[in-house]
């Protein structure tokens, strides 16, 4: 660990990585922490499914959401990926002195509609207001829970000859964000991808039960940063192929400008998931039954060749390795 944190810590890749398993698991371990995944299985009544996130997205207001409807999406997502039905949330809001009511007022009804969207209740919450250029505007911290629905979801659990899939074009979000914060870099119109994914995978995990390992979605440090976390106890490998991973062309001449790689990109819409080869038609056909997967596509399986390692193929046969997000490519997206 450094002696101060940078933004690197807050890229979702090995710096986070870092911060998470040398300091933050070390001082709060427990059984359900220590998984790591986006949201934690507890015992209650029925088995609860509990998860936090916080934003700091700047801008706050982005095409196709705004840090409001992100705050709700990315907790939603978040208990969605780990098998739950996400019923509860709080809120909790850090605000600037001198923030416009109309904007706070403009967050707080893009939270309410997501909410309602995504079936879930704001039944707690917070506010605290911080003095002029103490904070960038307002920050959101939400908590979720939900009731288990699909269990056993984890990386432990793929198998050699698993289909990787993912449920639309990736990088979409990460790259709206960096266009409405640079408005003048690049003319290109893209909308963030942000979306709640419960309906999704809910109905994904009912649909094929055993046959579904893991669900993760992409954000921080985007689809390559986590499909190496499903791979980092080195039994096991994942081989994608660069033609079949669906990519909006706007992302791609983005990316070619200013020197992005869409694959690392945040999303805030799409899931990967892992499931049985054989039922893998059958689990993208599910996820096209809904608006936000019909660009859903297999793109790799996991495979036994190269263990720890993704290995991105190319259209012309040849293959690199593609390593854990080492930097910020993009801070402050989410």
């Given at each position: ?46 088995k ?12 706050y ?10 705050s ?8 969605s ?14 605000i ?10 403009r967050?707080?009804?893009?939270i ?5 969207r ?22 959101i ?5 939900g009731?288990l ?12 000859g698993d ?5 639309g ?6 790259t709206?964000?960096?266009l ?35 669900m ?7 689809l ?22 669906p ?11 200013l ?5 690392y ?5 799409r899931l ?56 910020a490519q993009l801070?402050?997206?989410?």
């Open positions: 660990m450094d002696n101060f944190i940078t933004l690197d810590y807050g890229s979702g890749g090995k710096k986070t990585s870092a911060l998470i398993s040398d300091m933050i698991v070390p001082l709060l371990k427990n059984d359900a922490l220590s998984e790591l995944g986006d949201g934690a299985v507890i015992d209650g009544a029925e609860l499914v509990y998860s936090t996130d916080s934003f700091v997205v700047s801008p207001f982005f095409p196709g959401g705004d840090i409001g409807k992100l709700v999406c990315g907790t939603v997502n978040d208990i990926m780990a098998g739950g039905e996400p019923k509860y949330l709080s809120l909790a809001f850090i600037e002195e001198g923030f416009p009511t109309a904007d706070l007022q967050i707080i009804d893009s309410r509609l997501t909410a309602d995504a079936g879930v209740k704001v039944v707690t919450g917070d506010t605290k207001v911080v003095e002029r250029g103490r904070g960038d505007g307002i920050y911290n939400t908590s979720g829970i009731f629905r699909t269990p056993s979801l984890s990386p432990r659990m793929i198998r050699e289909a990787v899939i993912v449920s074009t990736v990088g979409d979000h990460g709206a964000v960096m409405a914060r640079n408005e003048n870099l690049v003319q290109a119109e893209l909308k963030s991808d942000c979306a709640p994914l419960h309906e999704m995978a809910l109905k994904l995990g009912e649909t094929l039960s055993g046959d579904l390992r893991v993760r979605d992409p954000t921080r440090g985007g390559a940063t986590t499909l190496n976390e499903f791979i980092e106890d080195g039994r096991l490998g994942i081989e994608i192929h660069e033609k079949d991973i990519v909006d062309p706007t992302v791609n001449m983005v990316s070619e400008i020197g992005l790689d869409p694959y990109t945040a999303c805030e819409g990967i998931a892992v499931t049985d080869p054989a039922r893998a038609e059958e689990a993208v056909s599910v996820l096209r039954g809904f608006e936000d997967g019909k660009n859903a596509a297999v793109i790799g399986h996991i495979t036994a060749d190269h263990p720890g390692k993704l290995v991105i193929r190319t259209p012309m046969g040849g293959g690199r390795i593609a390593a854990k997000l080492a930097g801070p402050r997206i989410c």
